[in-house]
């Protein structure tokens, strides 16, 4: 993980006050655990709100995937020393596979250290959450139910860093320190281990980008647009596009809206759009606001698009988490205050 890059302060900060080393931990209620493929995420606390209006973060300090409400009036306030209703301090959500007794044969305990990744994916079975750790821990989890899709364990020297939900159901789990992208052949059983395999150094962000048929896999100093072929049941992996990127440290990959079939991706200096229609880095609206270094992951709404970014503070717990993420379009900053946050996106359950 890159070490802290300097960070300046936005001129209207909200704070939310969670108590995250305790509360978060009393939310991660058991989840459900099917054996297999199943219509089902993990234990939900309150009622969803509409989608593009939910924030969903990995926390480092609870251990925690986290559901936070982006219209919360506690966080709209603008004021640091505000009382707020209990509901408005809580997330909506948090999970942990650490309570279910349904992953036990995976070693959580072991496996799911330091929360590394959280998205959401829609399915016809509902929207799924997919997770996992740098001690090695993956998993795709129903929303509804909490009834685990698909889980693994890889070893911890891998370093899985992002998970991504592709049309047949299958998995592909990007490792940083292994150096692989997989996909792992989650459409045939719950604990599937048979995988295809494709050497990436430094892997960190997948998207699957539907008008290409690609899985865009982001590496330390490549970009490439990977083809899926073979079937569900026996996957190969073989580069179609290969980009070099303009410096290196890859490290996330998120959609992008607009007419160039873009998509976000951040490096160790940089946060850039990549057009695929064309081949290229473009510029972007408020660019000089977003473009900084070391951003961990990066988010737009589809519904608005607003984007939100995470990058490491100095002071934090950790020299690659923040307590805090940043908006832009508008602009502004909320604080969960007493977390370490890794990434954070916005929830929506695109499909893949």
């Not at 919360?72 to 309570?99: C, E, F, I, K, M």
């Not at 896999?217 to 899926?228: K, P, Q, S």
């Not at 980009?243 to 998509?263: K, V």
Request: overall charge positive; aromatic content about 6%; proline content about 8%.
């Amino acid at each position: 993980m890159t070490p802290p890059a300097s960070s300046s302060r936005a001129p209207r900060r909200a704070l939310l006050r969670a108590a995250v080393a305790g509360g978060l931990a009393a939310l991660a209620a058991p989840a459900a655990h099917a054996a297999g493929p199943s219509p089902s995420l993990a234990s939900a606390t309150r009622q969803p709100r509409a989608p593009g209006t939910q924030i969903l973060a990995c926390d480092q300090a609870s251990q925690s995937v986290i559901l936070l409400d982006a219209t919360s009036a506690y966080w709209r306030s603008g004021s640091p020393d505000r009382t707020a209703r209990a509901a408005d301090l809580q997330p909506l959500w948090s999970w942990s596979p650490l309570a279910d007794p349904g992953l036990a044969d995976l070693d959580p305990g072991t496996g799911w250290q330091n929360v590394s990744e959280a998205k959401a994916r829609a399915t016809t079975s509902g929207p799924l959450l997919l997770t996992c750790a740098s001690g090695g821990f993956v998993a795709a989890v129903h929303r509804e139910g909490g009834a685990v899709y698909w889980a693994a364990s890889l070893p911890a020297s891998s370093n899985p860093h992002s998970v991504e939900l592709l049309p047949d159901g299958n998995v592909a789990v990007a490792a940083s320190t292994g150096g692989f992208v997989r996909v792992y052949t989650a459409s045939r059983g719950a604990r599937s281990g048979t995988h295809a395999s494709f050497a990436l150094p430094g892997a960190h962000g997948l998207l699957w980008d539907t008008g290409s048929g690609l899985l865009w896999a982001l590496g330390d100093r490549l970009l490439v647009g990977l083809a899926v072929e073979g079937g569900a049941a026996s996957p190969r992996l073989t580069a179609a596009r290969t980009l070099t990127l303009p410096e290196t440290g890859g490290h996330d990959l998120a959609r992008a809206l607009g007419t160039d079939s873009a998509m976000w991706l951040s490096t160790s200096t940089h946060v850039r759009r990549f057009a695929l229609r064309t081949g290229a880095f473009v510029t972007y609206t408020d660019q000089a606001a977003v473009d900084r270094p070391s951003v961990k992951s990066i988010s737009q709404n589809p519904a608005t698009g607003r984007l939100l970014t995470v990058s490491p503070e100095p002071g934090a717990p950790c020299a690659w988490c923040t307590s805090r993420i940043r908006f832009h379009g508008p602009g502004g900053e909320e604080e969960l205050k007493g977390s370490s946050l890794y990434k954070a996106r916005w929830w929506t359950a695109d499909a893949p």
